[in-house]
């Protein structure tokens, strides 16, 4: 299984990214799709996450409002559209997959994980 993410970039405060996340070797429309992050010195955190359908999609308080999870089967990708960017999203943010989960938050509960792409915001 590989997640390839992708999209990440410098960007200036109030500004917008689209991440960008490429699966293959799973059955993807099978999967619970989701993003983590993690900033510099701190834990890794949950974004969001997407059901296999795209008919439920869960967010961290962060981010509401703001990023937009979406996915698109039958490409076997998902997307976090970030507007507003602030400071504090920088950092590394991960595409994950699970099979199972219904925890969303959770970060033990995902199968996969990609390698991740940077983000950095500047004030």
């Known amino acids: 299984v590989q997640l390839q993410a992708s999209g990440g970039g410098l960007v200036q405060a109030g500004g917008y990214l689209r991440l960008s996340c490429q699966a293959s070797g799973l059955t993807f429309d099978s999967y619970v799709m989701g993003w983590f992050r993690r900033a510099p010195g701190k834990e890794r955190e949950f974004v969001a996450a997407i059901t296999w359908r795209g008919d439920n999609t869960v967010y961290a308080d962060s981010g509401k409002g703001r990023f937009t999870i979406s996915r698109d089967n039958a490409k076997n990708a998902v997307y976090l559209q970030m507007n507003s960017l602030k400071p504090e999203d920088t950092a590394v943010y991960y595409c994950?997959?699970?099979?199972?989960?219904?925890?969303?938050?959770?970060?033990?509960?995902?199968?996969?994980w990609g390698q991740g792409t940077l983000v950095t915001v500047s004030s």
């Open positions: 994950t997959a699970s099979r199972r989960t219904t925890t969303y938050r959770r970060a033990n509960t995902y199968d996969y």
